[in-house]
């Protein structure tokens, strides 16, 4: 059973759009949540992390919001580009072992 | 790419045979992960490392095991490969440093059990 729920599946964008990707999760015990992105045929990159203890953590056009009290985090891809197009996934911590999210697939045309 | 190199990078067998995946590492970093990517899954760990011959199970680690005789290789071995291990295996590592939770992937092996 998934301990990270993921959604979309998939989404388009238009360039310059935004882009946002939901998760929840259920054990309290994560302590550590980041994004990965990952192009075909290659591994999945670190994107952004955020701490509970945060709300929110802004790196370039990537944005995380993070609500503990819903145990609900999200990535917003701002100003989204053509080489955005990738698949995202969420995770969440515990105990040094990551719980990653089904994925979402995001296109953006150009 | 984190000095994570994975072997082989493509292999194809037949159902029944064992095989094994190698993941290196150059940076002698304790922590060692092996996960497989599914669609509609994400990725799942399968059996993980804490140092030499310490490992431990993941999520979905029924027909795998693991060894780690020295800090740079991690092994992952299917004893009798089924058609359900069809999947992409990635290798990871976590970070150096306390509190250091990133964990940074090798390019994967995509295995195929016909």
């Known amino acids: 059973q998934q301990q990270v729920k993921q959604s979309p599946q998939s989404l388009i964008v238009q360039k310059g759009g935004i882009s946002i990707i939901n998760c929840a999760y259920e054990?309290?015990?994560?302590?550590?949540f980041p994004w990965y992105q990952q192009f075909p045929g290659k591994g999945p990159a670190l994107l952004i992390a955020i701490r509970p203890d945060v709300s929110e953590k802004k790196e370039g056009r990537f944005t995380i919001s993070f609500n503990k009290s819903a145990k609900q985090f999200s990535l917003h891809i701002m100003d989204s580009q053509p080489g955005d197009s990738a698949t995202y996934f969420c995770a969440a911590l515990n105990d040094y072992k990551l719980s990653f999210g089904a994925g979402t697939t995001v296109t953006v045309r150009a | 790419d984190a000095g994570i190199t994975q072997s082989p990078r493509h292999k194809v067998t037949e159902t029944g045979t064992p095989v094994t995946l190698r993941c290196h590492q150059t940076?002698?970093?304790?922590?060692m992960y092996w996960y497989r990517q599914d669609p509609g899954h994400g990725l799942r760990l399968i059996h993980y490392s804490y140092g030499v011959k310490d490992t431990d199970k993941g999520e979905v680690s029924d027909g795998y095991s693991v060894s780690r005789s020295k800090t740079e290789d991690f092994l992952l071995t299917l004893e009798s490969a089924t058609s359900s291990q069809t999947s992409v295996y990635f290798c990871?590592?976590?970070?150096?440093?306390?509190?250091?939770?990133?964990?940074?992937f090798g390019p994967g092996t995509r295995l195929t059990v016909l």
């Open positions: 054990n309290t015990a994560f302590d550590y």
């Open positions: 990871a590592i976590r970070g150096a440093g306390t509190g250091n939770n990133e964990q940074f």
């Open positions: 940076e002698n970093h304790r922590y």
